[in-house]
C-alpha cells in the first residue's frame, strides 16, 4: 500500500469536500487502489493552520471546525505556518491547492504550486487561476521535477471532463468546445425561471457551496471564460487569454426576461464555446436563449454539460456536476488517482 501525505492549502467548501470523501471512503481507496490518504497539513487563512506528520483524523478536522468554526484548537504539534512554511517544512507528497481563484494574476496559488513543484511534490488543484493564466510554465516545471499536476476540478468540478478530454479524445482531434460550464449562474437562471429573485438565487447558490469567494467571477462570466480558456488551450493547443473571451455575464438579466423566454418555450443559458476554425479561433461566454428541446434546456441546477466536437468521432456530450463540495472535493481524488497510475 503507498500512504500519499497532503498539504492542504485552503480549507473551504472543497477542502472540507475532499476531507469529507477521504473519511468516507478511506476503506474503498485502500482496498480497490492500494493508497492511502493522509492529510498531515492544513493551512488556511482564516481558520488557522495545523501540521501532525502522523497525518489528522479527517473526521476530527471536520468535527472541529462545525464546532469552533475554525481548526484553531485542534490538537497538532505544531501550528500557524503560513502556506509557504506548510510547503517547505510538511514534507507532504501533494500540495492540495484549494485557496481562491484570482484570474488577474493567479497568485498567491502559482507561486505556491511553483513552491511545491520545485521541492518535488506532486499538485492537485481546483484553483482556476494558475491553469488559465501560467499552465504551460507550470506543465514544464512539474516535467523537469518528474511530477505530475492534476487539475481536473479546475472545469465541471468532479466530473471528469478535463481528464476525458486529454486521455481519452486529443486523438480524435476536438475542434469545437462548447457547453454549460458555470454550476452558479446555472443554478440562479433555472431559480429564476420557478419565480426566485436573483439576489435570492444568488444567496443560495453561496450557500450551497457553489459561488466563488467572490461572485463577480460567476455571475459576469469570468469564471466561464477562465474554463473556455483552460479547455481552449489544453485540448485545441491555442494560445488563449481572458481578454481573447468574448465575454458577457447573467446579472443584467431580469425576471422579465426569463419570463419572456417561458413564453417562447424557451430557457436562458450561459453558454461557453471555443471553436477552432481555418483563419484561426472564436471564444465567447453569453448568455443565449436555447428552446425546450434544445439538448441543453433540460440541464438544470448546478449540473454542466459540454460537448467536445472532434473529427473522428463527431460530438460527445458529457453532464454532470459542475460545482459543490463534495463534487468538486472528489476531483482531487480523481487527481490522485491519476497521479498514482502515472507514478507506479
Ligand atoms: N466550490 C466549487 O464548487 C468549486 C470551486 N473551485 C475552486 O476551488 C477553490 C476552492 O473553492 P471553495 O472551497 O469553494 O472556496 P472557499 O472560498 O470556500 O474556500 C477557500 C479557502 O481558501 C482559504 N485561503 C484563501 N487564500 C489563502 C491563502 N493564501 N492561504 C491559505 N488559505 C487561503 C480561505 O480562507 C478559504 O477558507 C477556488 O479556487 C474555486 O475557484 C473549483 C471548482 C468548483
Ligand atoms: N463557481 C464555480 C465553481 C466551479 O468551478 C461554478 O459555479 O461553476
Redesign the pocket.
Known amino acids: 500500500m503507498k500512504t500519499y501525505k497532503l498539504a492542504i492549502?485552503?480549507?473551504?467548501?472543497?477542502?472540507q469536500g475532499l476531507t469529507k470523501i477521504i473519511s468516507d471512503k478511506k476503506n474503498l481507496l485502500i482496498a480497490k487502489f492500494g493508497i492511502n490518504l493522509s492529510i498531515v497539513a492544513v493551512?488556511?487563512?482564516?481558520?488557522g493552520s495545523i501540521y501532525n506528520s502522523n497525518g489528522f483524523d479527517p473526521e476530527t478536522l471536520l468535527s472541529d471546525l462545525e464546532k469552533n468554526g475554525d481548526l484553531k484548537s485542534t490538537l497538532a504539534p505544531i501550528t500557524g505556518w503560513?502556506?509557504t512554511e506548510t510547503i517547505d517544512n510538511s514534507g507532504a507528497d501533494i500540495l492540495v491547492e484549494?485557496?481562491?481563484?484570482d484570474l488577474q494574476t493567479g497568485e498567491?496559488a502559482v507561486s505556491h504550486i511553483r513552491q511545491a513543484l520545485n521541492n518535488g511534490m506532486h499538485v492537485s488543484m481546483?484553483?482556476?487561476g494558475p491553469v488559465a493564466l501560467h499552465f504551460p510554465e507550470l506543465r514544464k516545471l512539474a516535467l523537469s521535477k518528474n511530477v505530475q499536476i492534476g487539475i481536473e476540478?479546475?472545469v465541471m468540478?468532479g466530473t471528469p471532463s478535463i481528464n476525458l478530454g486529454n486521455e481519452m479524445l486529443l486523438a480524435a482531434g476536438i475542434t469545437k468546445v462548447q457547453g454549460i460550464l458555470n454550476?452558479t449562474t446555472n443554478y440562479i437562471l433555472g431559480e429564476m425561471s420557478s419565480g426566485s429573485k436573483y439576489k435570492d438565487a444568488l444567496k443560495q447558490a453561496q450557500e450551497l457551496?457553489?459561488a466563488?469567494?467572490d461572485p463577480t467571477g460567476d455571475v459576469e462570466g469570468y469564471d466561464a471564460a477562465a474554463k473556455v480558456v483552460i479547455l481552449g488551450n489544453l485540448l485545441m493547443d491555442l494560445s488563449l487569454t481572458l481578454d481573447d473571451v468574448d465575454r458577457q455575464g447573467i446579472s443584467h438579466i431580469t425576471n422579465a426576461d426569463i419570463a419572456d423566454a417561458t413564453s417562447l418555450n424557451k430557457h436562458w443559458k450561459l453558454i461557453g464555446t471555443v471553436e477552432k476554425h481555418s483563419d484561426g479561433f472564436s471564444a465567447s461566454v453569453k448568455p443565449e436563449m436555447v428552446s425546450s428541446e434544445h439538448p441543453l434546456a433540460s440541464i438544470k441546477g448546478a449540473t454542466n454539460a459540454i460537448t467536445y466536437t472532434t473529427e473522428l468521432l463527431g460530438d460527445i456530450t458529457l453532464i454532470g456536476p459542475g460545482?459543490?463540495?463534495l463534487?468538486?472535493g472528489y476531483a482531487v481524488i480523481e487527481d490522485i488517482l491519476l497521479i498514482h497510475k502515472k507514478s507506479t
Not at 43 to 47: H, P, S
Not at 98 to 101: E, G, K, V, Y
Open positions: 492549502i485552503g480549507f473551504g467548501n472543497v477542502g493551512c488556511d487563512l482564516y481558520k503560513n502556506a484549494l485557496a481562491f481563484t498567491p481546483t484553483n482556476k476540478g479546475t468540478s454550476g457551496g457553489y466563488e469567494a460545482a459543490g463540495r463534487e468538486t
